[in-house]
């Protein structure tokens, strides 16, 4: 393993995107740079405000620019993804002109576009998958030139987990196993897991894994935990101990963005009313660093 680095939200938080024609607020997320060079938000959200998942129908879309010298907050687009049922925590991607967009809960959908702006549904095939491993929060990554790399969050044995699935096409996802999961001495026992959100980062040879861990009360609602492997497809097991993770940040539903022509980093916290976020009905940025583990 390289040099271990935890990260560290630095600077104050500032808006991102607030939504003010299509939703009240904007629950988890994801951030890509578009062919086009501009920088896309898309999250899953509903026009009411007060909180009820079931209600999350469609995905808002935002575009606007990602840098230390920013005035101006994303423009709120017209909404994509409304297919009349839950569409919750979108994942993208881009592959060349292509981006690629997946999301839950299960079973897991899949679309694309060429502008970023008209989105197309797409056939997507898990195989392997077993019942409550793979429904909800995913997250795709590039591995090599041909081999792509999905998260998604779920239960296993009752207990909170992160599955890994693989794909060389984008379509045909195959379980490989579980990422991350939880034991029973952790604190955290809802029903559906108490894992949300996955994000996976690679720096060298070492991959990190945010999550956050919550329960949905305020006092972990901005919990996200940084786990780290040099094997992208196991990060162990999280038993309720802090030395486990690499780092503790306050943040929910966590992008971490990587701004090229800066050479800067980025995270990205948004979330329901009434929780305390860092801004209420928005997304939030704020500078992320790496810092050497002592």
Known sequence: MDHLLIPEIVGPWRTLFRPTRYSSYVNDHTVIRG???????????????????????????????????????????RPVVDNGTRAWAPGA?????????????SPTMMAHSIDCAHWLGNDCRMIGTP????????MVVQLNDDTWLMYVVGVRNGQ?????????????????QYALTV???????PAWGAIESPYVVRMGSTWYLFVTYTD????????????????????????GDP????????????????????????ITAAGWRGFDIPIEGAVAIARLTWRAAP
């Open 93 to 105: 991607i881009r592959v060349g002109a292509r981006h690629y967009m997946f999301y839950g809960p």
């Open 183 to 189: 034991s029973r001495d952790a604190p955290l026992k």
């Open 35 to 77: 062919s086009d060079r501009r920088w896309h938000l898309y999250g899953c959200c509903q026009l009411a405000t007060e909180v009820n998942p079931e209600m999350e129908r469609y995905l808002c879309h935002a575009q606007g620019p990602i840098d230390g010298h920013v005035t101006e907050e994303m423009q709120e687009m």
């Open 216 to 239: 949905c009360s305020k006092a972990t609602y901005q919990q996200t935990l940084v786990f780290a492997s040099v094997n992208p497809y196991d990060f162990g097991e999280f038993s």
């Open 243 to 266: 030395a486990t993770a690499v780092a503790h940040l306050k943040a929910h539903a966590a992008e971490v963005i990587r701004d090229p022509d800066e050479d800067s980093w980025w």
């Open 131 to 138: 019942l409550d491993a793979a429904h909800r929060d995913h």
């Open 160 to 176: 909170g987990c992160v599955s890994v699935h693989v794909s060389n096409d984008l379509r045909e996802w195959r379980f490989v």
